[in-house]
């Protein structure tokens, strides 16, 4: 992300919630366990995980996938949690969306 990206994003966070609350979202982010309720999809499903995500392992995002039946997993190449429209990645999950929608 870019520093402007960065900052706003900061920004963004902090206005949201105080210290307090941030801290108990982000435990309970960590402590959530959807691993049956994944099991239970049954829409076709795609997961999208940026390689080098450095919020969230990529594990996680292939664990996620792996947990609906029939998911598809597509890995971007980036280490953005939140993918940018100024990155390489951003057109192959472009593509990708584009298939979705095509339903190939």
Known sequence: ATTAQIRWFSELQEMSTNTENA??????FYE???SEL?????VP?????????????????????????DAEFVT?????HVLTET??????FLAHL??????I
């Open 76 to 80: 971007l190449e980036s280490s953005n």
């Open 32 to 34: 959530a366990d959807f």
């Open 38 to 42: 994944a099991g239970r999809i049954s």
């Open 45 to 69: 499903t795609t997961v999208m995980h940026c390689r080098d995500d450095r919020a969230t392992p990529y594990g996680e995002g292939r664990r996620l996938a792996g947990a609906i039946p």
């Open 87 to 92: 990155e390489p990645a951003w057109q192959d």
């Open 98 to 103: 584009d298939r979705i929608r095509a339903g």
């Open 23 to 28: 801290v108990l979202l982000e435990s309970a």
